[in-house]
């Protein structure tokens, strides 16, 4: 008999009380009981993005909500800075192709956060510039770009929105979407959100939406003005995921119970006593600066293959953390901090890792990781 | 947000596959399908049981159980031996005075296994004892009686029969029903049968059944003699739990999937590693003999009171344990193995337990039993 334990940087565990609200009857969409359900869970989104505006729900993941975030503000020739500090700074880029949109790409050494006087100097260089394409927190490194920084310095471009990928950031750690001057805000709900994959959400600024106006781009499914118009309405355009909508609406209930800045402090304590614990257990976070709360990449030490540590926490100990991307394949691995997560997520996930890497002929003391984290996570 | 974990000695963890099986719809229990989910669970039972008797399965929690192993056996008057090393113990004790019968009380220190030989020595002294009852895990005391040297020394007894209290110890250690001439066992749906509390069970031998015919006690809710007319029909005599008796199906087929031999080895190795863990943190077992693979009562250190660890572990780190009970109240506490447990279980319970004394300003080492439990639990 193995338990299961869901430790990756998405899917995340979903709460049982959200899991019994998904389990409720299914309603119909046209009715006003789910109009009512849409209309709490709209104003609660505005709440858990800081913003005044619309905050727009989609069935689908994330990626829809980055393709709706590229479609419905660029036109085919339009210019876009994409931040390429990884695997999701990457699909960044690739959407912006697929929709025509030329690409000035912005290279970060994977570890490392954006320099935000590299965009600075890039979109002096080329005010052409339409939108700064970045990520909140880039899962495939663990690290969290400076999101407030590059605001302020997008902000004085009249014609150049911020779009923030913060599908692993929101409700992780604090996006000031209005007060920073956030256009574009894209989240997933299988993260912080702790809900099942299948819903993205996108605020929209008052600066987007004129950019929104001006751009001919063929968005039908991820139509973000339709949206609007369906959705101040309590409508959707499309039939929406009535199930993950029932859980959303527990999911906020539970996280406005426990209030923003709570949220903020717990993901920001456990993630701390985590990277304090992998270093005390004398392995090395892979971010070289600004490691996110999110998760935490941990390199592969000496010899050790990360894929095996990665495995072996699945098949051994019934662990699901994540490997490493790309040219990172075997050199990282990945465990995750967010949403339904507390102390004894991470001193079991310290524990294993000690074990599994003890398991694979590493030298490593049993225990050290675990007592650092214990230290720090005393009540 | 504090998850909850329980680690209490019953009710367990129910497995997410077992809940599952308990939202299905609810069936009438008069109906040929009632009879077909029946008729499974009962074979599988006995293969639980290690018996070709039948096992019956009543509705209520284990004490009706007990009560049932008293009035259907013994008549008002009659003596029966009770071995009182602990809360159940004396149980036994209450249930047969309530009955009339007269009570010949084997009282054994807590923190002890009855000796064998003192009970042969109380069945030499007054052969007209008619039924000997024992826990074979002695919940109140982490204790396992020998059920198996008990049961050697009852069997040439002709006109006696030996009834165990088996509520924490079917499904956690190996008791052979037949093999050692078990007559009456008496189990619970919520320990190491993975299931909500609400359903008792109790196996009968022929020689139990002899003894039965004679009984003069009134049983109606827990007539044996009745139930076992309608459960060998694949019915029962009063309305049955029927979603227990769904998710009881679960629970079987989960457990012969696992195999009994896995099942003991794997609450034995995760018992073990426990004790280990407690003595590696400078603990003491409370058990000065034959330790309980069922849960681990430990006693609390030095000027630490008891019920503060306990109540710590729920307040500060949402873990539910166990106190003591009567005189051992702020002496020890408990945390249980039983069922749907693993590694990380006995792990997080360590570094919990380590953390709550340390905060309670308990000089402990932390990490230090976690290591120990790591160490033995090693994939």
Chains 1, 2 share one sequence.
């Not at 899991?19 to 609660?44: C, I, S, T, Y």
């Not at 052409?128 to 880039?138: D, F, L, T």
């Not at 997520?345 to 003890?358: F, G, N, Q, Y």
Request: proline share 5%.
């Amino acid at each position: 008999m193995l338990k299961r334990y869901l430790l990756a940087p998405g899917p995340t565990p979903v709460p049982p009380e959200v899991l019994l609200a998904m389990a409720k009857p299914v309603m119909h969409h046209r009715a006003p009981e789910f109009a009512q359900l849409f209309g709490e869970v709209r104003n609660d989104l505005k709440w858990l993005f800081q913003t005044g505006n619309d905050v727009l729900t989609l069935a689908s993941s994330g990626t829809g909500g980055m393709e709706g975030a590229v479609a419905n503000f660029l036109s085919p020739g339009d210019k876009a800075l994409v931040v390429n500090g990884g695997k999701f700074g990457e699909r960044w880029g690739k959407i912006c192709k697929t929709f025509g949109v030329q690409v000035v790409e912005l290279k970060v050494e994977w570890g490392y956060a954006v320099d935000p006087q590299a965009v600075a100097e890039a979109l002096k260089k080329d005010p052409s510039i339409k939108a700064v394409y970045v990520q909140a927190s880039e899962t495939s490194t663990g690290v969290a770009h400076h999101t407030k920084r590059l605001a302020e310095v997008i902000k004085p471009y009249e014609g150049t929105i911020l779009v923030v990928d913060a599908i692993t950031a929101l409700g992780v750690f604090d996006l000031k979407t209005d007060a920073w001057g956030l256009d574009v805000v894209v989240a997933g709900s299988q993260k912080a959100m702790m809900l099942p994959p299948g819903l993205a959400f996108v605020s929209v600024s008052d600066k987007a939406w004129q950019l929104a106006d001006k751009a001919k781009n063929g968005a039908f499914y991820f139509n973000l003005k339709k949206e609007r118009e369906s959705q101040s309405n309590n409508q959707t355009a499309y039939t929406p995921a009535v199930s993950m909508i029932l859980g959303l609406q527990e999911v906020l209930r539970m996280l406005k119970a426990e209030g923003l800045d709570a949220v903020f402090a717990r993901h920001a304590r456990l993630a701390h006593a985590m990277r304090e614990g992998v270093k005390a257990a004398g392995l090395s976070l892979f971010p070289k600066e600004s490691p996110s709360d999110a998760l935490t990449a941990i390199s592969a030490p000496g010899s050790v293959d990360g894929q095996a540590i990665y495995k072996n926490l699945r098949v051994q100990y019934g662990i699901t953390a994540a490997g490493g991307q790309d040219h990172l394949k075997g050199k990282i691995f990945r465990v995750s901090h967010m949403g339904y997560m507390d102390t004894f997520d991470v001193i079991l996930t310290l524990a294993a890792i000690e074990m599994v890497l003890k398991g694979l002929g590493h030298p490593v003391k049993l225990g050290s990781g675990v007592a650092k984290a214990q230290e720090l996570l005393m009540a």
